[in-house]
Antibody, heavy 116, light 108 residues
Framework: EVQVVQSGGGLVQPGGSLRLSCITS????????MMWVRQAPGKGPEWVAN????????DYVGSVKGRFTISRDNAKNSVYLQMNSLRADDTAVYYC?????????WGQGTLVTVSS | EIVLTQSPGTLSLSPGERVTLSCRAS???????LAWYQQKPGQAPRLLIY???SRATGIPDRFSGSGSGADFTLTISRLEPEDFAMYYC?????????FGQGTNLEIK
């Protein structure tokens, strides 16, 4: 059974940093891109970033380039999102999902609130 | 980036009815790389359709997708009570892989 379990998130001040984690099981992790998608309150989802199975390629939406970094540890079947220089408009529920753009298995989501 | 516009914003229907949701792209979506998701409150999106018309694993055959180029539709042939939810389209032919703003399908 495929499982995607997230951790991290919480309240952070503007300009601060946060790291989200996502651990997976039930599939061959290195065979798949992984991605992060976020959803601001009352809004539609927004694709944020993805990373290739071997970690050799990454892609980001323009609004987070230079501030967010996606990474993965294939030995731990885990993917991460390091978020720096956080802004109020980064406030959202963040989801980890299997896939580079189309997500077929999703984590439970974690709320990130950027506020002073 | 490709902007996806979904219509209508809200639909009020009854169980058993047929419904068609629309998704229009600001430019042609390459290789019909268009997906549809269902989302219920407090839950992650659930993949329904990918490649414009292929059903994801475990999705009932009352859900079908069609379209090409810049115009796509999701059809639910007979609404079940569990189908009332938000529906989003997403293009993945070009990065960033944008989503539409959603259609809220509510019970009449």
């Amino acid at each position: 059974e495929v499982q995607v379990v997230q951790s991290g998130g919480g309240l952070v001040q503007p300009g601060g940093s946060l790291r989200l984690s996502c651990i997976t099981s039930g599939f061959t992790f290195t065979n798949y891109y992984m991605m992060w998608v976020r959803q601001a309150p009352g809004k539609g989802p927004e694709w944020v970033a993805n990373i290739k199975g071997d970690g050799s390629e990454e892609d980001y939406v323009g609004s987070v380039k230079g501030r967010f970094t996606i990474s993965r540890d294939n030995a731990k079947n885990s993917v991460y999102l390091q978020m720096n220089s956080l802004r109020a408009d980064d406030t959202a529920v963040y989801y980890c999902a299997r896939g580079g753009a189309v997500g077929d298995y999703w984590g439970q989501g974690t709320l990130v609130t950027v506020s002073s | 980036e490709i902007v996806l516009t979904q219509s209508p914003g809200t639909l009020s229907l009854s169980p058993g009815e047929r419904v068609t949701l629309s998704c229009r792209a600001s430019q042609s979506v390459s290789s019909n790389y268009l997906a549809w998701y269902q989302q219920k409150p407090g839950q992650a999106p659930r993949l329904l359709i990918y490649g414009a018309s292929s059903r994801a694993t475990g999705i009932p055959d009352r859900f079908s997708g069609s379209g090409s180029g810049a115009d796509f539709t999701l059809t639910i042939s007979r609404l079940e009570p569990e189908d009332f939810a938000m529906y989003y389209c997403q293009q993945y032919g070009r990065s960033p892989h944008t989503f539409g703003q959603g259609t809220n399908l509510e019970i009449k």
